[in-house]
DNA sequence: CGGCTGATTCGCT
DNA sequence: GCGAATCAGCCGC
């Protein structure tokens, strides 16, 4: 059985989003799907890793201030498009990273491989994921067993404390 | 308006 | 393991 994610699914405490997402599955309008296997939360002005630290408010972090499941989707390093879903309400600049996933059978570890995969780019940004008819989140069922947790990538900037939350959650890869 | 940087990835050593 | 790719956004002057 299929459940589409509601607003009050991303509204939600971010951690708990955060690890609720793993074994959902992100959904094209077209058919194409991406299974998640790898998030991370960025929990607002107090996280310094979050691109909402102490309070930044620019026109690109304001879908991060939206909905929860407004989409976020910004470029990185000038190449890769990453993709976020903002959570816990709005005016709460919070939001869950989506760092991985299977498509069409194949895993794509990475954030940037990920949107790559399912052709995702800026023109997604601010997608209204509980309302849109081109893009949304589906429980299909599957239940994420063997869920991990521990430290987020790529965020040694944000000092030492931040980097060594445990706010990242992955399915465990057999293999 | 110039300079710097990044929630990454890939290719070469 | 290291550095390049590549550019929008952000900050300081």
Redesign the pocket.
């Known amino acids: 059985m299929i459940r589409r994610w509601t607003r009050e699914d991303f509204n939600r405490p971010t951690l708990r989003v955060a690890r609720d997402l793993l074994g959902k599955f992100l959904v094209r309008a077209d058919g194409l799907a991406g299974m998640i296997s790898e998030t991370?939360a960025?929990k607002g002005p107090a996280d310094l890793?979050?691109?909402?630290a102490?309070g930044?408010?620019?026109?690109?972090?304001e879908p991060?201030y939206m909905e929860g499941g407004t989409a976020?989707v910004?470029?990185?390093?000038?190449?890769?498009w990453?993709f976020?879903v903002s959570s816990a309400g709005a005016e709460k600049p919070e939001?869950?990273?989506v760092?991985?996933g299977v498509v069409d059978g194949k895993r794509?570890?990475?954030?940037?491989?990920?949107?790559?995969a399912l052709g995702l780019d800026?023109g997604f940004n601010r997608e209204d994921l509980p309302t849109s008819s081109r893009l949304w989140i589906e429980d299909r069922g599957v239940k994420a067993r063997d869920v991990l947790r521990g430290p987020?990538?790529?965020?040694d900037?944000?000092g030492a404390y931040w980097a060594a939350r445990p706010w990242r959650f992955w399915i465990r890869q057999e293999r």
């Not at 890793?49 to 909402?52: F, I, K, N, T, W």
């Not at 930044?56 to 972090?61: C, D, S």
């Not at 910004?74 to 890769?80: D, P």
């Not at 987020?152 to 965020?155: A, Q, T, Y």
């Open positions: 991370e960025y890793a979050c691109h909402a102490k930044r408010r620019t026109a690109r972090v991060l976020y910004y470029l990185c390093y000038g190449i890769h990453l976020n939001a869950v990273l760092r991985g794509f570890d990475g954030p940037g491989r990920f949107t790559q800026g987020r990538i790529g965020i900037y944000a």
